[in-house]
């Protein structure tokens, strides 16, 4: 895990420390971005704020001009070849007021590429948010390490490309943390002694009629992601369907899914399950009757209640379905995303994923899991499904429910970027991708 700091733990952090001494190595980072991103420009403008982060600016301002530049702190930005934001800083919160939301117009206005110091002006650095005008930044050079605004939406598309300096401070502990690839490195891979079922049994609940697919790719995935046996519970109309969609699989009538589920290391309820009360019962049924660690998926994430249990359980929601489960808009999702992450952790006592580009894991008394690494691509149908089946797998090996959601969206990203698509990528490329994701 790698740090992610919020502005008070920024704030902690340079405690002690001379002002001076960390606004001179910040500009210099500053400076050296402007020179490195854009050796051609030769007017410089840098719109400036009067707290530290505009101290910075200032500085930068007088580096650039030392090295023979046209560089000045100016709000006129309609000349310049690159604009230097240090408007506001990691302390910034709320909306601009008037006349700098006027100010960050005009720096999203000019035809020039944009810096930002530290944070684009307008996103908060502590959560991301984005409640007024915020720059659009091609660059940001955030100091120390980086914010947790940086890497979560909205904040994350106003930051372009982040540039990480180092002016000297010492890391400390942080509320939330980016995930690593290493995170893989801890999946147990099968051993000499394994069998289909020790290596990891999962049970997919779900492929009603018209939705097979979804379980099997779900199915499919949890193969695919090392567990040594999987079975299907679908209706009793869709079991020819589903034999032929996944032949490792076996499949099981739904109506003896409780027998099956007792059998199996981790559950998958929700792809193609169908929707309505009698399926809303199932799962209800699955999550207090059973002590087998599960995923909550798509189907089963309607209506979805807070359920009582001592396994490990992982929701998998997109910003629509958790909008849903907290009477929330989906915009409003997309908008306060930690907040609602936190807020479904408390609701339902569990660890939530929420999927997206910045893809986040909560767990109850801990801080957010964030996921940073956009495919693009993995916008498309039936890739949720897949992930879900990662996750059921890496439950069924044993992993804890943060490590393996965690876990299961880095193999799910790798996977996707293996596929070596950059467009028309589907669910199935990502599952064959899986083996060489995790190293197989």
């Known amino acids: 895990m790698k740090p992610l700091y919020t502005a008070a733990e920024m704030k902690a952090a340079e405690a002690g420390h ?27 403008r840098a719109v400036c704020g009067k707290g530290a982060n505009g101290g910075d600016g200032r500085i930068a301002v007088g580096l650039l001009r030392g090295d023979g530049l046209d560089a000045e702190e100016s709000t006129e930005v309609s000349d310049a070849d690159v604009v230097v934001d240090a408007l506001f800083g990691t302390g910034f919160s709320g909306a601009p007021r008037a006349e700098a939301a006027g100010l960050i117009r005009r720096i999203n206005e000019a035809p020039a590429p944009v810096v930002a110091v530290d944070v684009p002006s307008g996103v908060d650095a502590s959560t991301g948010e984005v409640p007024g005008d915020a720059v659009e930044a091609e660059v ?12 979560v939406g909205p904040g994350r598309f106003r930051s372009g490309d982040v540039v990480v300096a180092d002016i000297g401070l010492e890391h400390r502990a942080t509320t939330h943390a980016l995930v690593a690839a290493e995170v893989l490195e801890g ?19 779900g492929g009603a009629r018209g939705l097979t697919g979804a379980a099997a790719l779900c199915a499919r995935a949890a193969f695919r992601a090392d567990a040594g046996y999987v079975a299907v519970a679908a209706p009793a109309e ?3 369907v589903l034999e032929t969609l996944v032949l490792e699989a076996v499949k099981r009538p739904l109506d003896a899914v409780m027998a099956s589920a007792e059998r199996a290391r981790a559950l998958a309820i929700g792809p193609g399950l169908g929707r309505g009360e009698r399926e809303r019962e199932l799962v ?32 998998t929601p997109h910003s ?15 908008e306060h995303r930690l907040e609602a992450v936190a807020r479904a952790v408390e609701r339902f006592g569990c660890v939530v994923l929420l ?25 498309s149908a039936g890739t949720g499904d897949v992930l879900t089946g990662v996750v059921a797998a890496f439950l069924a090996k044993g992993l804890d429910a943060r490590t393996a959601a ?12 293996a596929a070596g698509k950059l467009a028309g990528l589907v669910a199935s490329d990502v599952i064959e991708a899986l083996p060489a994701a995790l190293g197989s």
């Open 284 to 315: 209800r049924r699955l999550l207090r009757e059973t002590g087998v660690p599960a995923v909550v998926d798509a189907d089963a994430l309607d209506g979805f209640e807070p359920v009582m249990r001592e396994a490990d359980t992982v929701l």
């Open 406 to 417: 965690a876990a299961g969206a880095v193999a799910h990203r790798r996977a996707a970027r």
């Open 187 to 205: 999946v147990p891979r099968k051993r000499d002694g394994d069998n289909k079922y020790t290596a990891g049994s999962v049970l997919v609940v």
């Open 238 to 240: 869709s079991l020819p």
């Open 355 to 379: 999927k997206g580009p910045d893809t986040l894991v909560g767990a109850p008394r801990e801080g957010v899991w964030v996921i940073s690494d956009n495919v693009p691509a993995l916008a």
């Open 320 to 334: 629509g379905e958790l909008g849903r489960l907290l009477d929330e808009e989906s915009g409003w999702v997309d």
């Open 18 to 44: 001379d002002v001076d001494v960390l606004m001179e190595r910040a500009a210099r980072a500053v400076a050296a971005a402007v020179r490195e991103r854009y050796p051609q420009a030769r007017r410089i």
């Open 140 to 151: 940001t050079v955030t100091m120390h390490a980086l914010k947790v605004g940086l890497v």
